[in-house]
């Protein structure tokens, strides 16, 4: 994939622009149909991990987010006698052009956050500013111009594809709906489209089952490019694909992210891809943000124990090539239900460091660093976890979480988007600053 | 002779449109308490393979050939009901997705204590104590109490624990393990690992694991067998592999995925192209048209020789399929400053 990169930004679509880049289409070489079109492969170069621009704006910001889904009782009137509390309280910001990787367990609501910001569910409760612009209670009719602006890509690209719908029609749809071109400029756009995703623009009066499972994940992301929007909703984009399938689809997303300055919500429970395509990652745990923090800090000094555990559990080919396997933190039992989740920490019927504050006191999501926030009494890295909560002083409870009359309760400012230029330092146990 | 000895294993299914070489020419060895690994995309006939192993192709629709010496017995000899007798016995299987490998209308229980009963002559009640005892073993919560539910009833975990109970639960001395935990999270996954592993210790069983995914086979794996198109590509202990590799497709594999560890600088390289088709698989050796590395290989071999699998530049038991003359030398100047620039650098210093 030698496009170029970066360089060349965007004027906003014309009608009829040609943002190809020009030198060299993405490799063109998946095909099953013509197997004998492959002859020799050119020697791709990879692409090393994404980085953050540290002084984009933001373009998203999401505020005290929830979700909660009605359980309905069976039987002839259907009282809802409880609700999922898929989302609860999650707040962030996705910069300009910047990836916001969500991770977790099944069910802990990465996917509903996702699908709330496209508004493909509307919030329960919480904000969700785009552009500068509340768009958690805009109505149907005034959704439609969002949908060039947000656009999503689907996990499974098997049942995301209408199978009798032709390739063209699939990425030119978004054209004729929202009238953007004439009629006939769409198939060179939907060409152009093609080639962007490197599939062979020659192909867009076939149908989605004539390609392979890479292909029509392309084809995904095609539709989601035709209305050049400026914010991508990943959910899991890769995990259905094969190993050697899933680089070739990541390095695309970087290419069209550089290419079109396209900011990601990028959804996926496996920690290595996130890691490699997020310079921003956010940890969820039944519906809450427990650990939020840049790529390094996160993944190498993570706080929460729950990250922690995640991080112990992958199982990690290289780490075992240069000798020793990592100890894992073994997590018992699941993820608990939704419906009626644990009182205080959500985490703490699992977690190995657990007191009896944790199911009294729910902790603060708390700013502990530049760009890191975690949500625990006993904020520590692994094996230096506090003997003595560091969140009761603040809260103005005692070590056992009961009400402590003498102590005073700090406001912090830890469940906003973004960061504050001041944050808790754990070691000292005050307020520091860069 | 090793306990599992297959030797020249070939499934063809023959198809309208000709003859489908899902596995083609499989030879391997494992020994009791030993893992074996096998990586490979899908439709790298790694499925393919172990079904034969257990006697689940139909003998009107595949052409299975070779031999499998189970322990001195070729299974592929044995009569239909002689190797019913052994499947589930000797020979068990767990399954990807334990939702769809279990029946919803029969409670966990009876389909853990059946795969007891059809090959012990017990009492209905003996041998649901035995499941009782089974579910405890895997580590199910309150196993007489859980031994009545329905599978839907179980988590994705537990399922999957349920699915090892019954495959276990005979004291089989050979277990395939076919993409275990990729229907799981890695928590779950992990779990699942641990208790393989426990399990494998404690009933000396042989062990064949099947994934895509080589952190798993870095963890599980004594030996791996990489497979591409039907064949072993690259075949030898779990160590040598994953820190020599010497074929092509296993470097393919290696860079292309991300790690949790590692240099943020380490590239992402994907292998560019599709997995072939098996119908009509490319000529040589079958991954010529995706390998970068071809043009290091004088004249049209690659297009037009299949490579043996024959020992590479550092051990006899280290074999690879390619006709790369000096793969150690590639690997180490061109492979591993993209994919682990750390390990690069600590090596200079």
Same mark, same amino acid.
């Given at each position: 994939?030698?496009?170029?990169?970066?360089?060349?930004?965007?004027?906003?679509?014309?009608?009829?622009?040609?943002?190809?880049?020009?030198?060299?289409?993405?490799?063109?070489?998946?095909?099953?149909?013509?197997?004998?079109? /492959?002859?020799?492969?050119?020697? /791709?170069?990879?692409?090393?991990?994404?980085?953050?621009?540290?002084?984009?704006?933001?373009?998203?910001?999401?505020?005290?987010?929830?979700?909660?889904?009605?359980?309905?009782?069976?039987?002839?009137?259907? #009282?809802?006698?409880?609700?999922?509390?898929?989302?609860?309280?999650?707040?962030?910001?996705?910069?300009?052009?910047?990836?916001?990787?969500?991770?977790?367990?099944?069910?802990?609501?990465?996917?509903?956050?996702?699908?709330?910001?496209?508004?493909?569910?509307?919030?329960?409760?919480?904000?969700?500013?785009?552009?500068?612009?509340?768009?958690?209670?805009?109505?149907?009719?005034?959704?439609?111009?969002?949908?060039?602006?947000?656009?999503?890509?689907?996990?499974?690209?098997?049942?995301?594809?209408?199978?009798?719908?032709?390739?063209?029609?699939?990425?030119?749809?978004?054209?004729?709906?929202?009238?953007?071109?004439?009629?006939?400029?769409?198939?060179?756009?939907?060409?152009?489209?093609?080639?962007?995703?490197?599939?062979?623009?020659?192909?867009?009066? #076939?149908?989605?089952?004539?390609?392979?499972?890479?292909?029509?994940?392309?084809?995904?992301?095609?539709?989601?490019?035709?209305?050049?929007?400026?914010?991508?909703?990943?959910?899991?984009?890769?995990?259905?694909?094969?190993?050697?399938?899933?680089?070739?689809?990541?390095?695309?997303?970087?290419?069209?992210?550089?290419?079109?300055?396209?900011?990601?919500?990028?959804?996926?429970?496996?920690?290595?891809?996130?890691?490699?395509?997020?310079?921003?990652?956010?940890?969820?745990?039944?519906?809450?943000?427990?650990?939020?923090?840049?790529?390094?800090?996160?993944?190498?000094?993570?706080?929460?124990?729950?990250?922690?555990?995640?991080?112990?559990?992958?199982?990690?080919?290289?780490?075992?090539?240069?000798?020793?396997?990592?100890?894992?933190?073994?997590?018992?039992?699941?993820?608990?239900?939704?419906?009626?989740?644990?009182?205080?920490?959500?985490?703490?019927?699992?977690?190995?460091?657990?007191?009896?504050?944790?199911?009294?006191?729910?902790?603060?999501?708390?700013?502990?660093?530049? #760009?890191?926030?975690?949500?625990?009494?006993?904020?520590?890295?692994?094996?230096?976890?506090?003997?003595?909560?560091?969140?009761?002083?603040?809260?103005?409870?005692?070590?056992?979480?009961?009400?402590?009359?003498?102590?005073?309760?700090?406001?912090?400012?830890?469940?906003?988007?973004?960061?504050?230029?001041?944050?808790?330092?754990?070691?000292?146990?005050?307020?520091?600053?860069? | 002779?090793?306990?599992?000895?297959?030797?020249?294993?070939?499934?063809?299914?023959?198809?309208?449109?000709?003859?489908?070489?899902?596995?083609?020419?499989?030879?391997?060895?494992?020994?009791?308490?030993?893992?074996?690994?096998?990586?490979?995309?899908?439709?790298?006939?790694?499925?393919?393979?172990?079904?034969?192993?257990?006697?689940?192709?139909?003998?009107?629709?595949?052409?299975?050939?070779?031999?499998?010496?189970?322990?001195?017995?070729?299974?592929?000899?044995?009569?239909?009901?002689?190797?019913?007798?052994?499947?589930?016995?000797?020979?068990?299987?767990?399954?990807?997705?334990?939702?769809?490998?279990?029946?919803?209308?029969?409670?966990?229980?009876?389909?853990?204590?059946?795969?007891?009963?059809?090959?012990?002559?017990?009492?209905?009640?003996?041998?649901?104590?035995?499941?009782?005892?089974?579910?405890?073993?895997?580590?199910?919560?309150?196993?007489?109490? #859980?031994?009545?539910?329905?599978?839907?009833?179980?988590?994705?975990?537990?399922?999957?624990?349920?699915?090892?109970?019954?495959?276990?639960?005979?004291?089989?001395?050979?277990?395939?393990?076919?993409?275990?935990?990729?229907?799981?999270?890695?928590?779950?996954?992990?779990?699942?690992?641990?208790?393989?592993?426990?399990?494998?210790?404690?009933?000396?069983?042989?062990?064949?694991?099947?994934?895509?995914?080589?952190?798993?086979?870095?963890?599980?794996?004594?030996?791996?067998?990489?497979?591409?198109?039907?064949?072993?590509?690259?075949?030898?202990?779990?160590?040598?592999?994953?820190?020599?590799?010497?074929?092509?497709?296993?470097?393919?594999?290696?860079?292309?995925?991300?790690?949790?560890?590692?240099?943020?600088?380490?590239?992402?390289?994907?292998?560019?192209?599709?997995?072939?088709?098996?119908?009509?698989?490319?000529?040589?050796?079958?991954?010529?048209?995706?390998?970068?590395?071809?043009?290091?290989?004088?004249?049209?071999?690659?297009?037009?020789?299949?490579?043996?699998?024959?020992?590479?530049?550092?051990?006899?038991?280290?074999?690879?399929?390619?006709?790369?003359?000096?793969?150690?030398?590639?690997?180490?100047?061109?492979?591993?400053?993209?994919?682990?620039?750390?390990?690069?650098?600590?090596?200079?210093?």
């Amino acid at each position: 994939m030698n496009n170029k990169r970066g360089d060349d930004k965007l004027t906003p679509l014309p009608a009829t622009a040609n943002f190809l880049p020009q030198d060299d289409p993405i490799s063109r070489t998946e095909d099953p149909v013509d197997q004998d079109e /492959i002859d020799f492969v050119a020697p /791709i170069e990879g692409h090393a991990a994404s980085v953050a621009d540290p002084n984009a704006k933001p373009i998203l910001e999401v505020r005290d987010l929830k979700m909660y889904f009605p359980v309905k009782s069976s039987g002839i009137i259907r #009282r809802t006698i409880g609700h999922v509390q898929a989302v609860d309280g999650v707040s962030f910001q996705v910069p300009e052009g910047g990836a916001l990787g969500l991770v977790g367990e099944s069910g802990c609501g990465k996917s509903t956050t996702g699908r709330m910001v496209t508004r493909l569910y509307e919030p329960t409760s919480g904000t969700i500013t785009f552009d500068g612009r509340d768009i958690s209670r805009i109505s149907t009719r005034q959704l439609k111009p969002l949908r060039r602006e947000v656009q999503m890509i689907f996990q499974d690209p098997y049942t995301s594809l209408n199978p009798r719908h032709s390739v063209g029609a699939i990425i030119g749809a978004p054209l004729a709906i929202h009238k953007v071109l004439p009629r006939n400029k769409i198939l060179p756009r939907v060409q152009e489209l093609l080639e962007i995703v490197g599939l062979n623009p020659e192909h867009y009066n #076939r149908y989605p089952h004539e390609f392979s499972g890479g292909q029509r994940q392309r084809i995904g992301i095609a539709r989601a490019l035709t209305l050049q929007p400026k914010l991508l909703v990943a959910d899991e984009p890769v995990s259905a694909l094969d190993v050697s399938i899933q680089a070739q689809v990541i390095n695309l997303l970087q290419d069209v992210q550089r290419e079109f300055n396209i900011a990601f919500v990028f959804v996926a429970h496996d920690l290595a891809v996130v890691r490699h395509f997020c310079p921003e990652i956010a940890v969820m745990y039944l519906g809450k943000i427990v650990e939020i923090a840049d790529r390094d800090t996160l993944y190498n000094r993570p706080n929460h124990p729950y990250t922690q555990a995640l991080l112990s559990a992958v199982p990690d080919v290289k780490q075992a090539a240069i000798g020793g396997r990592r100890e894992r933190i073994r997590l018992e039992g699941d993820v608990p239900s939704p419906i009626n989740p644990p009182s205080g920490c959500r985490f703490r019927t699992r977690c190995p460091i657990a007191q009896e504050i944790c199911a009294r006191v729910e902790p603060p999501l708390l700013q502990i660093g530049k #760009r890191h926030k975690v949500a625990c009494h006993f904020a520590g890295e692994l094996g230096h976890h506090p003997d003595r909560p560091v969140t009761a002083p603040l809260l103005g409870v005692d070590d056992t979480g009961a009400p402590d009359p003498g102590a005073t309760p700090t406001t912090m400012a830890g469940n906003e988007p973004g960061y504050s230029d001041t944050w808790y330092d754990l070691e000292r146990k005050t307020m520091a600053s860069a | 002779m090793a306990f599992l000895s297959v030797r020249d294993l070939k499934v063809h299914f023959p198809t309208v449109d000709g003859i489908v070489k899902a596995t083609d020419g499989l030879s391997f060895d494992l020994e009791k308490g030993k893992t074996l690994g096998i990586v490979g995309e899908s439709g790298s006939g790694k499925s393919v393979s172990s079904s034969a192993i257990l006697g689940l192709h139909r003998k009107t629709s595949a052409m299975v050939s070779g031999e499998i010496l189970l322990d001195g017995t070729d299974l592929l000899k044995l009569s239909d009901e002689q190797m019913r007798r052994r499947r589930g016995k000797d020979v068990a299987m767990i399954f990807q997705d334990p939702l769809s490998a279990m029946h919803p209308y029969y409670t966990v229980g009876n389909q853990v204590a059946e795969a007891y009963r059809v090959h012990h002559n017990v009492s209905k009640k003996v041998a649901k104590a035995r499941a009782v005892e089974m579910l405890d073993r895997v580590g199910i919560p309150q196993p007489d109490r #859980r031994v009545d539910d329905y599978p839907h009833q179980f988590s994705g975990g537990m399922r999957q624990r349920a699915m090892i109970a019954m495959g276990l639960i005979n004291n089989p001395s050979l277990l395939i393990a076919d993409e275990p935990t990729t229907a799981l999270d890695v928590t779950v996954q992990a779990q699942i690992l641990d208790l393989l592993q426990d399990l494998q210790k404690e009933f000396e069983s042989a062990v064949i694991i099947i994934t895509h995914d080589l952190g798993v086979i870095a963890e599980m794996a004594d030996d791996v067998l990489v497979m591409y198109a039907g064949r072993a590509v690259e075949y030898g202990s779990g160590n040598e592999i994953l820190t020599h590799p010497e074929m092509p497709y296993t470097w393919g594999l290696l860079s292309s995925v991300p790690d949790v560890t590692g240099d943020t600088e380490a590239r992402l390289i994907p292998i560019p192209g599709n997995p072939p088709s098996l119908l009509n698989p490319p000529s040589g050796c079958a991954f010529h048209p995706r390998c970068a590395h071809r043009d290091k290989v004088p004249g049209d071999l690659c297009v037009t020789t299949l490579p043996e699998l024959a020992p590479g530049t550092r051990t006899e038991t280290h074999l690879k399929r390619c006709h790369l003359a000096n793969p150690d030398v590639v690997y180490e100047q061109e492979i591993l400053p993209e994919i682990a620039p750390e390990l690069v650098e600590e090596k200079q210093a």
